[in-house]
C-alpha cells in the first residue's frame, strides 16, 4: 500500500469521525427537543424535521380550538417512533457519509 493511499484512508477516516452521527446524542435531542424535530434535523431529514416543528406549533396554536389536541397527539405519537427509529436513521447517514468518503466504494462500519 503506497503512502499516498494511506493518507487518503486516513484522511477518509478522519472526516468520517468528524462528520458520522451518533445515536447517542439523537437521542438526547429527541428526549429534550423532540417536539421541535431537533434529532431529525440533527440526523439529516431536514423535510420532517420541518414537518415535525410545523405540527407541534399548529398543534399548540390550535390547542384551544380543540384541533391543537389532535395534532399534538399525533406528533407525540411520531417521537414514540422516532424511539425506535432512530438507530436505523443514524446507520443509514452514517453509511451514506462512508460511501461517498471512499469514492463511492462499498463501506462497512
Known sequence: MSDLNRAEI???????DASRKSVG?????????GGFG????????VGSGVAMLL???????TLLAGVGLILL???WLWLFVDLFLV???????NM??????TGGYPATI
Open 10 to 16: 486516513a484522511r477518509s477516516q478522519l472526516m468520517y
Open 25 to 33: 446524542v439523537a437521542y438526547l435531542l429527541l428526549i429534550f427537543l
Open 38 to 45: 431537533a434529532h431529525r434535523f440533527y440526523l439529516g431529514r
Open 55 to 61: 405540527l407541534n406549533f399548529i398543534g399548540w396554536v
Open 73 to 75: 397527539g399525533f406528533a
Open 87 to 93: 438507530p436505523g436513521i443514524a446507520r443509514q447517514y
Open 96 to 101: 451514506r457519509l462512508a460511501n461517498d468518503l
